[in-house]
């Protein structure tokens, strides 16, 4: 019986190492993953302005990185973590009241069961919903300190990037087993499609709230700029992101007994602001970067479970790697047996 070649043998040993102790990193790192995914999103969004900085302004990179940097967190993040507390200060006033909105919307159900002689108040569990609300802004509370750890871990990450471009060029040639033409090619993919979704997306943000503070200055919505603000964040989860903001306003509008702005601001928001979600969206992502709407729609549903926020951007990408890691393996190993006559298969 042949051997096998101790070659071999050690190759295969030396790979299956690598993918121990890589599986072992991963899943250590996965409750920060979105900060690794952050730093990478940022860094194709500053390059270019780096660059400009160092080159053609003679900046030096640390001072240039540090700029960027600070820039950022005033213009992204800070926005972005004062709308959350907001949210979670309205989650809060909703969940000390939470059996008084849901016995109004209990009220609202009878009516309902009047007309359609249906029972489905005793589907309605005050309690397990209650137990839910608070159960859900204690996992909230508990995940504060996971998302500091990624943001200082993708500020981190975008200084050495940043500063040191080079080296990160050279090391994916060196640790990557792909040719240069490969490499540069899924680097277009990738630059593409974050530069769609990490601009394309705020953008439909932006205009969903727009309509959706509409409704609300319409119907006389309290703090209608606070949910503006609200339905924007929401907005960036296609398909069911606007009922973030619009459903809460709904919740609490109908526990205070104003049944007709509670219902018109909901059918506004189900039939305007959710015809116009998918169409706007559509539209502004395949002009920004002619991104397929599939990819971005396909994208985003896989992105979401498994990055969480940042998978809005990521999610689309991953699709999109996929289709270039494909289409590069047909180029490179596709032609071989080229000579089989196509009518033989």
Same mark, same amino acid.
């Given at each position: ?18 993918? =121990? ?40 990179? !640390? ?25 979670? %200060?309205?989650?809060?006033?909703? !969940? ?28 309605? #569990? ?7 609300? *608070? ?14 750890? !990624? ?45 769609? %979704? ?16 509409? @409704?609300? =200055? ?13 339905? *924007? ?19 609490? *509008? ?9 219902? &018109? ?11 116009? #979600? %998918? ?10 970067? %002619?991104?397929?709407?599939?990819? *971005? ?5 896989? @992105? ?29 190993? &596709?032609?071989? @047996?080229? &000579? ?6």
């Amino acid at each position: 019986m042949k051997q096998i070649s101790p070659k071999i043998i050690r190759q295969i040993f030396i790979l299956l190492l690598v993918l =121990l102790i890589g599986s072992m990193i991963f899943r250590e790192m996965l409750p920060y993953l979105s900060g690794v995914l952050g730093a990478i999103t940022f860094y194709i969004l500053l390059r270019k302005l780096m660059i400009k900085l160092v080159k053609k302004y003679k900046w030096k990179p !640390a001072l240039a990185a540090i700029t960027l940097m600070v820039a950022s967190f005033f213009v992204v993040l800070i926005p972005l973590t004062g709308s959350a507390i907001m949210l979670g %200060n309205k989650i809060g006033e909703t !969940a000390n009241n939470s059996e008084k909105v849901i016995e109004a919307f209990k009220q609202q159900v009878s009516r309902i069961e009047a007309q359609t002689h249906m029972d489905l108040n005793s589907q309605i #569990d005050t309690e397990s919903v209650t137990s839910w609300v *608070t159960d859900s802004l204690q996992n909230m509370v508990g995940s504060t300190f996971n998302v500091f750890i !990624a943001i200082g871990l993708m500020y981190f990450m975008l200084y050495f990037m940043l500063t040191n471009r080079k080296a990160l060029r050279q090391s994916l040639r060196d640790y990557i087993p792909m040719n240069n033409e490969s490499l540069s090619q899924i680097g277009r993919e990738i630059q593409t499609m974050v530069k769609s %979704n990490a601009i394309g997306i705020p953008l439909v943000a932006i205009a969903q709230g727009i309509i959706a503070l509409i @409704g609300f =200055l319409i119907f006389g919505i309290e703090d209608p700029f606070f949910w503006f603000v609200i339905v *924007t964040i929401g907005s960036m989860i296609p398909f069911v992101g606007t009922l973030i903001g619009i459903l809460p306003v709904f919740i609490l *509008t109908l526990s205070s007994g104003q049944d007709f702005k509670a219902w &018109g601001i909901l059918i506004y928001g189900i039939i305007v602001v959710g015809s116009t #979600d %998918n169409l706007i969206r559509l539209y502004v992502l395949q002009k920004l970067d %002619n991104v397929h709407p599939l990819i *971005t729609l396909i994208g985003v549903i896989i @992105g979401v479970p498994l990055f969480g926020f940042i998978g809005l951007i990521f999610g689309p990408l991953l699709v999109s790697l996929f289709m270039a890691l494909v289409k590069i393996y047909k180029e490179e190993y &596709g032609n071989e @047996g080229s &000579g089989v006559n196509d009518e033989q298969l």
